[in-house]
């Protein structure tokens, strides 16, 4: 079949609805506020935005104010999260589009608050507490008087207290009870103080599927609603993958036993075979490591087939002897399914030794996002 792109991610609407309704439901009272942070983990933040909307989400996080900026320029209102901190010279575009966003310290919260006061703006923030991270975050101990801080500062609103877990595994690892207790603990102490908190939030999509409790008013699941969690995790099977990965066969060439492949010779054929070269490659974001690991795996006409030799920038080959009838234009599969063989985004970044958001935030632009099921169904169908 004549493909029109040289590589595609298929992007599943109707996989997202369902996975962000299966959240909602596990979350039970609390929002789910979805993260698409660095463009949705690849995913395409503008496009799962829309639905986002049209689903009555209350908040959505991003990652920095041009993530912000691009989402507003397309026309989504929805109340946006800087998840992280800013820089000062983001602060403007923050302001000019209401966008809200975590603090860490006393010193940034007044200097958040100079500059809207300057720019005659109020601004919404999530005062965030380090409770293990280590990362960004207010230590415990000094929460309380960064949000007396916020709440007397007449330009800045405190929205919200958030923290963010360190333990992958959510609640099972015990790490994860322990920093939930000295977030719990912290957040009383501000409101026993008189500090109002309109939304406290702390689970990550790890800690909503391994049943944290309580959740408070909301929680940000990313990785989850893109359908990829862990296999130890439930809820990882009830959600369904949104993304899909192809590309087509645009060489196909028959090689003698002893042919060298790729950069550096890394690979060389063991019994006379055929070759598919594919127009996809580390610039695309197929990792280098698949090939110099020599553990990928693609499907071509429903059977797996090795990548083999160095993955390069623009395109890879794939060790097709095995499948008959293969031809030019064939879709090739890196994640999704072909017949009765799956390959999941979990696959892959295991046999490229990394995780799977790596693999999804790194496909680059030059992969086209193909949405599918961009229609949403009636509104009665979805709840
Ligand atoms: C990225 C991020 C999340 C989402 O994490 P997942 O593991 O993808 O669910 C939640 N909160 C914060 C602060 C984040 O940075």
Known sequence: MQRRHRAWAEIDLAAFRHNLTLAQNIAGSAKVWPVLKANAYGHGALALARVCEEMDIECVGVGDSAEALALRTHGINLPLLVLGTVIDAELP???????????????????LGEQAQTLGEILG????VDVGMGRLGVRPEA??????AIERHPFLRLRGVMTHFSAPEGCHDPQTAGQHALFLATVSEIRAAGVAIPHV????????????????????????LFGILPDSMEMGKRLK?????????????????????????????????????????????????????????????????????????????????????VQ?????????????????????????????????????????RVLTHAQAPSVSSIR
């Open 125 to 128: 923030v999530h005062l965030k």
């Open 201 to 224: 939030h702390c689970a990550n999509s790890a800690a909503l599927a391994t049943g944290l409790q309580p959740l408070g008013d909301a929680v940000r699941p990313g990785i989850a």
């Open 93 to 111: 575009l923050l302001l000019e589009h209401h966008v809200e966003v975590g603090v860490h310290s006393e010193g940034r919260a007044q200097e």
């Open 328 to 368: 030019l234009g064939d879709t090739v599969t890196f994640i999704g399914k072909q017949g009765q063989e799956c390959l999941r985004v979990q696959d892959l970044a295991e046999a490229a030794g990394t995780i799977p958001y790596e693999i999804t935030c790194s496909l680059s632009g030059r992969v086209h």
């Open 143 to 148: 929460a309380l008087r960064v949000a007396r």
């Open 241 to 325: 993958p949104i993304l899909s990965l192809h590309a087509q066969i645009v060489f196909l060439k028959d090689i003698p036993t002893g042919a060298p492949v790729g950069y550096g010779s890394r690979w060389t054929s063991h019994r006379p075979t055929r070759l598919a070269t594919l127009p996809i490659g580390y610039a695309d974001g197929i990792p280098y490591r698949l090939g110099a690991q020599g553990r990928g795996t693609v499907l071509v006409r429903g059977q797996r087939c090795p990548v083999v030799g160095a993955v390069s920038m623009d395109y890879c080959t794939v060790d097709v002897g095995h499948v008959p009838d």
